[in-house]
């Protein structure tokens, strides 16, 4: 996929998470037929070895019920109802859904997978898709590094936990892991004050960074992060897309 200059993907958050239950086939259809670019998704491990859709580390927030992704198995956690009669997709049931040409963010939760599940997600991938609609994105640069090695784009997750290991650390992990992405939330903007946080993010790009900023849910939250990123994630589709259209037309 190419990137115009000007022009900024448009991925739905989890899905059409504002609309759908999250990180479910329904939610990821619903955002590319409401002119999504593309989706971010989590994946997690169950006990029997399967890559599946879903954010936390449990299933209690999306379904109700308590159950351990790495200790159930896949048979297990689709006997639970994630939201409207919506099951847990499993990653080769989520890439079988997409088109080739939407985009997709991929990230890898640190609570259930390990450098040593890299591989065979890589061949699911490569089986599935083409790398240049694909990110590989992660809190746990230990995840990233095996995909980066095999060259696919990785964007390094930046949260208040990298913050708290102090700038320091942060600068060795770049170094080392040489991510083509930094994923930005964008309440960066208020906790560091727009002024620090434009000549930060002009800095990182001078030195060859590119930028997604999670979650963009509204206009005006949109709005200093434009200039600066390549892919906004979102749980409002609809209105991110037709903010675009508006600075388009």
Known sequence: MKFSRDRFLVLGHRGFRAR????????FREALD?????????????????FVVIHDADTQRVSGTRVEIATATLAQLR??????????PTLEEMLALLPPDAYLDLELKEETLTVDDCPAIARSLDAA??????MISSFGAPLLGP??????????????????????SFLRTLVKLRPQYLNLPVEAFQRLGERTTHRL???????????????????????????HARII???????????????EN
């Open 20 to 27: 759908c239950p999250e990180n479910t086939l329904r939610a």
């Open 34 to 50: 409401a002119g999504a670019d593309g989706i971010e998704c989590d994946i997690q491990k169950t006990a029997d070895g399967h």
């Open 79 to 88: 006997e639970l109802d994630f939201g409207s009669g919506e099951r847990i």
């Open 129 to 134: 898709r083409d790398r240049s609609a694909l």
């Open 147 to 168: 995909f980066r090695k095999m060259g696919f784009t990785v964007g390094f997750l930046v949260g208040e936990e990298t913050a708290s290991r102090g700038l320091g």
């Open 201 to 227: 993010l002009r800095l990182m790009r001078f030195l060859g960074f590119s930028f997604l900023f999670w979650t963009v849910n509204t206009v005006a939250a949109a709005q200093p992060v434009l200039g």
């Open 233 to 247: 994630v979102t749980d409002e589709v609809e209105a991110l897309v037709g903010m675009r259209r508006s600075m």
